[in-house]
T-cell receptor
């Protein structure tokens, strides 16, 4: 079945450093890849997404890259700030009506 | 502001009680809603896909008689945890699919923290 693997499970960086989180997916028909930020006890918040017809997308300090051949995509956060500390989830979806399959999550800690 | 409203946000009840959780799309019609369960420090696990006017589609390993889903209107889906036990304690989150939305195709509710004593 569909599967999304996410690494690392925890990541600690100094404020100002960059953070990279990587995901691989198994379903080659997946065509939509969102990234969510979830703070403790709250809803996941969409922070960036990418579709399979694009290789890279950037929004200020956040960027996502997609390698369809290798079936992996990555989240890059530059100039990290303490408020970036949260759990980040990647996900993959097939088609417009398909379900989201989530990765295991990465707990990011940005130390001031 | 929130486009998906989920209630209640927090429930504590005795073992054996049935608990109903509501998920409403506030300003769009949602023919499909999704129900997730999230245990502490774990990922969101899809439990079922709720389709308006038809039966829900349950993921493997999820008991349909235990987790009753009703999606009777285009703006409301409900999840009822029947005869809840302590192992059902979890964070339950719904999401609604917005086919016409350009910002994001799925909106999440705030979640319901269920604690069974």
């Amino acid at each position: 079945g569909e599967n999304v693997e996410q690494h690392p499970s925890t990541l600690s960086v100094q404020e100002g450093d960059s953070a990279v989180i990587k995901c691989t997916y198994s379903d080659s028909a997946s065509n939509y890849f969102p990234w969510y930020k979830q703070e403790l006890g709250k809803r996941p918040q969409l922070i960036i997404d990418i579709r399979s017809n694009v290789g890279e997308k950037k929004d200020q300090r956040i960027a996502v890259t997609l390698n369809k051949t290798a079936k992996h995509f990555s989240l890059h956060i530059t100039e990290t700030q303490p408020e970036d500390s949260a759990v980040y989830f990647c996900a993959a979806r097939r088609g417009e009506g398909g379900k989201l399959i989530f990765g295991q999550g990465t707990e990011l800690s940005v130390k001031p | 502001g929130a486009v998906v409203s989920q209630h209640p946000s927090w429930v504590i009840c005795k073992s054996g009680t049935s608990v109903k959780i509501e998920c409403r799309s506030l300003d769009f019609q949602a023919t499909t809603m999704f129900w997730y369960r999230q245990f502490p420090k774990q990922s969101l696990m899809l439990m079922a896909t709720s389709n308006e006017g038809s039966k829900a589609t349950y993921e493997q390993g999820v008991e349909k008689d235990k987790f009753l889903i009703n999606h009777a209107s285009l703006t409301l889906s409900t999840l009822t945890v029947t005869s809840a036990h302590p192992e059902d304690s979890s964070f339950y989150i719904c999401s609604a699919r917005d086919l016409l939305g350009t910002r994001q195709p799925q909106h999440f509710g705030d979640g319901t923290r269920l604690s069974i004593l």
